[in-house]
Each structure stands twice: as C-alpha cells, then as structure tokens.
C-alpha cells in the first residue's frame, strides 16, 4: 500500500495540477508521515488519504488511473444495459431464467466504451501510469 502509495506520488509530479490540489495533497500526505499508527491502521490511513486524493484530482483536474473507465464501464454495463437487457429476455420468452443472459452483454459493451474511454485519457494526458489496486 505504501509503494503504491509513494508512486502515486511520483505520478502525481508529472501532471499539471491546480494549488488547491498541491496543498490538499500535502496535507494528505502531511498526515501520512506524522501518523503513529502501525500495522493494518497505517495501511486504512494510507489508503483514505490515497482516495481522498484520487477523488480530488479526478473531480478537478480529469486525472485518473489506468483502466478506471474500463472498470467504471463493466460496472455500469452490467448493471445500466445487462440487467435491462437480461429482463426484456427473459420476459420476451417467457422464461425469468434468462435474465443472466443480459449480463455478459453489458460488460462487454461496458468494457469496450471503458476501454476507449481509457486510450482518450492517454492521449490527452489526464491518465496516470498505474493502476490503483486496494
């Protein structure tokens, strides 16, 4: 958590990034090195101020990690076009079985609008070069 945390960081560096965002930053990471937690209750400290700041710099500045919209599309997908399309199935069949039919077709409509989503990022810049994992 902490390395993931400390290249976070680094990225961080490399984007243009608004005061408001520096300072909030700092103040997380401020927080972070005056911390005399230890164990698991540094790693949640750790991983607050890491969200705090991946919400920040992604409300204001567009700036996010690699494949955050494929993630944010399969889950969207399944759920906003799988289970719709899973129902209007089953009912049109008349066989409420079906409605797990729906699902692999919203993720991957999800995964495919997520996915280039992603690369429009890259390209303009506004991604970060890793993937955050909790």
């Given at each position: 958590?902490?390395?993931?945390?400390?290249?976070?960081?680094?990225?961080?560096?490399?984007?243009?990034?608004?005061?408001?965002?520096?300072?909030?930053i700092n103040e997380n990471v401020d927080a972070i090195n005056t911390s005399t937690l230890e164990g698991n209750d540094f790693a949640?400290?750790?991983?607050?101020?890491?969200?705090?700041?991946?919400?920040?710099?992604?409300?204001?500045?567009?700036?996010?990690?690699?494949?955050?919209?494929?993630?944010?599309?399969?889950?969207?997908?399944?759920?906003?076009?799988?289970?719709?399309?899973?129902?209007?199935?089953?009912?049109?069949?008349?066989?409420?079985?079906?409605?797990?039919?729906?699902?692999?077709?919203?993720l991957a409509l999800g995964a495919i609008i997520g996915k280039s989503l992603d690369k429009k990022a890259f390209e303009n810049n506004?991604?970060?070069?890793?993937?955050?994992?909790?």
């Amino acid at each position: 958590m902490y390395d993931q945390f400390e290249r976070l960081l680094i990225e961080l560096k490399n984007k243009p990034l608004s005061n408001k965002e520096i300072i909030t930053i700092n103040e997380n990471v401020d927080a972070i090195n005056t911390s005399t937690l230890e164990g698991n209750d540094f790693a949640k400290l750790i991983k607050t101020n890491q969200i705090q700041i991946l919400k920040l710099i992604q409300k204001e500045s567009k700036i996010v990690p690699q494949q955050y919209y494929m993630t944010l599309g399969t889950i969207t997908g399944m759920t906003a076009i799988g289970l719709p399309v899973g129902v209007a199935f089953g009912y049109a069949l008349g066989n409420m079985g079906l409605l797990g039919l729906g699902l692999p077709i919203g993720l991957a409509l999800g995964a495919i609008i997520g996915k280039s989503l992603d690369k429009k990022a890259f390209e303009n810049n506004k991604q970060l070069g890793l993937a955050i994992k909790y």
